[in-house]
């Protein structure tokens, strides 16, 4: 008898794959107030660090720190429409429609380009290379996010990936589905090189792996 997959473990929502709450405290405050940076914090369930900002009505909240900020810097409009943004600017945590809090570039070193504006709406290209239309209203800051390079630095030690995989709810290690056997999961068994064929949409969650309801698949033909 075999045991169930990790795409069917990971709905059940079992403690391996739950991060705790604790580690998701410090959410993003975005304010359009003068403010000054009292430190520079480290969040496990992000990759960028955080500016702990205090702001002029005595409140304080918590925003992706750019590159370059620093403790005791003044902020003036951190977060702005688009349409206040000249073209050309590199940009980051930018939202996708008027209000909808920062979704796009919010990684470190990621960071759009603004290529034209319009009457209502604008251009960006994100670091694929892929352009995407947004609303002028929709609020985005200027430069990129702090902590670029962080990926160049080698974990050493097996522990320390475990330590910061389980923050976040990752299962790690991870055994390739190929690498198991046939009773474990559908692509297991037979060897390399096997044909996996698509599935449906309506596929029951231990046999939708793969190919999940593809336009085509295989080699396109010569005409």
């Known amino acids: 008898m075999g045991k169930r997959i990790i795409s069917q473990r990971r709905g059940r929502g079992t403690s391996t794959y739950r991060a705790p709450a604790r580690k998701f405290r410090l959410a993003l405050t975005y304010k359009n107030k003068q403010g000054k940076v009292i430190d520079i914090v480290s969040d496990p369930a992000r990759d960028s ?12 909240g918590y925003l992706i720190a ?9 902020l003036e409009a951190f977060s702005m429409p688009i349409g206040q943004i000249a073209e050309g600017s590199q940009i980051f945590a930018i939202e996708t429609y ?24 604008c251009i960006i290209q994100l670091p694929s290379k892929k352009k995407k239309k947004l609303n002028l209203q929709c ?19 097996a522990g320390k990936r475990v330590a910061a995989m389980r923050a976040r709810g990752k ?10 056997n046939a009773v474990d999961h ?3 068994g037979g060897g390399y090189g096997k044909v996996r064929p698509p599935v ?8 939708k792996v793969g190919t999940v309801s593809p336009k085509r698949t295989g080699r396109r033909k010569r005409k």
Do not use: H, Q
């Not at 750019?66 to 003044?74: M, N, T």
């Open 66 to 74: 750019p590159e370059g900020l620093r403790v005791g810097d003044s």
């Open 98 to 121: 008027p209000n909808s809090g920062p979704k796009l570039c919010r990684t470190p070193g990621s960071a759009a380009l603004v290529l034209s504006k319009g009457s209502k709406t």
């Open 186 to 188: 559908p692509f297991g």
């Open 49 to 60: 660090p955080l500016a702990k900002v205090r702001y002029a009505d005595s409140s304080s």
């Open 200 to 207: 449906s949409r309506n596929t029951p969650p231990g046999r």
């Open 139 to 157: 609020r985005a800051s200027i430069g990129t996010p702090a902590g670029e390079g962080r990926a160049d630095k080698p974990w050493v030690k």
């Open 171 to 180: 299962l790690y290690p991870r055994t390739s589905a190929t690498a198991m």
